[in-house]
């Protein structure tokens, strides 16, 4: 059942960046770590993360 939800809530990333920087999260990483392995500012991260939990959370006007 989590697993069936997991796969649910990253379907509903449209973008790979963001599917990846939601899974990197998930398991655990911090924002510095996860800037580090795809060469972004911890900022940059952050507003990611933003958009992934408003995404998520049906508040997003954005396609992914």
Wanted: with cysteine.
């Amino acid at each position: 059942m989590v697993a069936e939800e997991y796969e649910q809530l990253l379907g509903r990333l449209t973008q790979p960046v963001l599917r990846t920087i939601a899974q990197l999260k998930l398991e655990g990483y911090a924002n510095e770590e996860i800037g580090r392995r795809l060469g972004c500012s911890v900022r940059t991260i952050e507003r990611k993360l933003w958009l992934i939990r408003a995404i998520w959370s049906g508040e997003s006007r954005h396609s992914g």
